[in-house]
């Protein structure tokens, strides 16, 4: 058996991509932790060296959404989750009102900078909640229904709520500026 090179990786890769692979072998809290993280530095690339203005643009015809609006809802997201259903923080929900549930998507004011702030910090509480938790095993209680929900059940839904957004953003980006890859 011959030791033939390992296949290129064909897609584009973006300037400034500092995102750390998440690892090949590793514990299960270490592996979800990493590729959340993983999903969460893809988004702000997605994002990264766009105005304000680019930011808030709605790019895909017949869509409402645009990356500012997903920030604002993956912020409310980071929360909902980890803040309130999990570690059951008395904190207010982000960007939502029963007078106004698309508050995130819909109302886009404010400062780009302060919404990129707001995410920062619920994804360092999440991690922070996360690494408190004596086990993926752990768990908070679904506010709707009162029923326990697993730390480890929150970070895959969590990454499959950033997979799909970055599918989202994706479009989004290439709509904007032409720009594909990651």
Same mark, same amino acid.
């Given at each position: 058996m011959t030791?033939?090179?390992?296949?290129?990786?064909?897609s584009p890769r973006w300037n400034g991509d500092t995102r750390t692979a998440p690892p090949d072998v590793g514990g299960e809290r270490e592996?979800?932790?990493?590729?959340?993280?993983?999903?969460r530095a893809t988004f702000?690339?997605?994002?990264a060296g766009l105005s304000p203005e680019q930011l808030s643009e709605k790019a895909v015809a017949a869509s409402a959404l645009s990356l500012h609006g997903l920030l604002r809802h993956l912020s409310g997201v980071e929360r909902w989750?980890?803040?309130?259903q999990f570690a059951h923080e008395d904190v207010p929900?982000?960007?939502?009102s029963d007078d106004?549930?698309?508050q995130d998507f819909e109302s886009l004011?404010?400062?780009?900078?302060? /919404?990129? *702030?707001?995410?920062?910090? =619920?994804?360092?509480?999440?991690?922070?909640?996360? /690494?408190? *938790?004596a086990s993926?095993? =752990?768990?908070g209680i679904r506010k709707r229904t009162g029923e326990p929900i697993s730390l480890r059940r929150i970070m895959v839904d969590m990454i499959a709520e950033y997979a799909r957004h970055n599918g989202h953003a994706d479009l989004l980006r290439e709509g904007i500026d032409g720009a594909t890859g990651i």
């Amino acid at each position: 058996m011959t030791d033939a090179p390992a296949p290129q990786h064909y897609s584009p890769r973006w300037n400034g991509d500092t995102r750390t692979a998440p690892p090949d072998v590793g514990g299960e809290r270490e592996t979800l932790s990493a590729v959340l993280d993983w999903q969460r530095a893809t988004f702000e690339l997605k994002c990264a060296g766009l105005s304000p203005e680019q930011l808030s643009e709605k790019a895909v015809a017949a869509s409402a959404l645009s990356l500012h609006g997903l920030l604002r809802h993956l912020s409310g997201v980071e929360r909902w989750w980890f803040r309130i259903q999990f570690a059951h923080e008395d904190v207010p929900l982000l960007y939502y009102s029963d007078d106004d549930p698309d508050q995130d998507f819909e109302s886009l004011d404010g400062d780009v900078e302060e /919404a990129f *702030a707001v995410w920062r910090a =619920e994804c360092e509480r999440s991690r922070q909640i996360t /690494a408190a *938790a004596a086990s993926l095993d =752990e768990t908070g209680i679904r506010k709707r229904t009162g029923e326990p929900i697993s730390l480890r059940r929150i970070m895959v839904d969590m990454i499959a709520e950033y997979a799909r957004h970055n599918g989202h953003a994706d479009l989004l980006r290439e709509g904007i500026d032409g720009a594909t890859g990651i």
